[in-house]
């Protein structure tokens, strides 16, 4: 009788240490994907372009081979310069090749800014208007 009662208090503790276990896999597995989640924005701003490169020169590499360049400049920190084509709140267009989404809303551009030099991130290539796309855009000339 005494050996079944330990080893029914042997099977409780393994129960609960399983548990246990279970439980912190489970919350270490909680933490990691909110921190991956929720991780910090990167600053374009402060870092450093890993190419320069003119808006003729990467408009002809998207159009020669999109995968590729894309494989190469996707979330890659860039900078273009050219002329400006077209002037929208918070949008530049640089010489109807690049579409640049600017990270200060109210950064005002005037059509007499002829030669522009903008540093952001590659978030793609838009097949249907020939444009690459950049975010979070400074200006760099100005």
Same mark, same amino acid.
């Not at 190419?51 to 979330?75: C, G, P, V």
């Not at 109807?96 to 002829?114: A, R, V, W, Y």
């Given at each position: 009788?005494?050996?079944?009662?330990?080893?029914?208090?042997?099977?409780?503790?393994?129960?609960?240490?399983?548990?246990?276990?279970?439980?912190?896999?489970?919350?270490?597995?909680?933490?990691?994907?909110?921190?991956?989640?929720?991780?910090?924005?990167?600053?374009?701003?402060?870092?450093?372009?890993?190419?320069?490169?003119?808006?003729? +020169? %990467?408009?002809?590499?998207?159009?020669?081979?999109?995968?590729?360049?894309?494989?190469? @400049?996707? $979330? #890659? &920190?860039?900078?273009?310069?050219?002329?400006?084509? +077209? %002037?929208?709140?918070?949008?530049?267009?640089?010489?109807?090749?690049?579409?640049?989404? @600017?990270? $200060? #809303? &109210?950064?005002?551009?005037?059509?007499?800014?002829?030669? %522009?030099?903008?540093?952001?991130?590659?978030?793609?290539?838009?097949?249907?208007?020939?444009?690459?796309?950049?975010?979070?855009?400074?200006?760099?000339?100005?």
């Amino acid at each position: 009788m005494r050996t079944i009662a330990i080893n029914y208090l042997h099977l409780k503790l393994e129960i609960m240490r399983k548990r246990i276990i279970v439980l912190l896999v489970l919350l270490l597995t909680v933490i990691v994907g909110y921190n991956y989640i929720y991780q910090d924005h990167r600053d374009i701003k402060n870092e450093v372009a890993e190419y320069s490169i003119s808006s003729n +020169e %990467i408009a002809l590499m998207f159009f020669e081979n999109a995968t590729r360049s894309e494989q190469k @400049l996707l $979330n #890659k &920190t860039i900078e273009v310069s050219g002329a400006i084509s +077209e %002037i929208n709140v918070g949008e530049v267009t640089i010489d109807d090749k690049i579409f640049c989404q @600017l990270s $200060n #809303k &109210t950064l005002t551009l005037t059509k007499g800014d002829e030669h %522009i030099k903008i540093k952001g991130r590659v978030i793609g290539y838009d097949d249907l208007l020939e444009q690459v796309k950049l975010d979070q855009c400074i200006i760099l000339n100005q």
